[in-house]
């Protein structure tokens, strides 16, 4: 949700991380037990499909 209470993201990620932390306008998100990234729009901008977040190699992001 944003500030004025409307939905960016579908809800369809089991968690959301915080916008940010990882790119500016990057937030970590799980579905099941996999891991991805999403931008602020939604769109999925790295492949949910990672068993551990930490084995993400992000790169000029």
């Known amino acids: 949700m944003d500030t004025h209470g409307k939905a960016v993201v579908p809800i369809e990620y089991d968690n959301i991380g915080k916008f940010g932390i990882y790119g500016t306008y990057w937030a970590l998100v799980q579905k099941g037990d996999k891991f991805g990234f999403i931008d602020t ?9 990672y068993d551990n977040q930490d084995k993400i190699k992000i790169e000029n992001h």
């Open 41 to 49: 729009h939604g769109k999925v901008v790295v492949p949910i499909k």
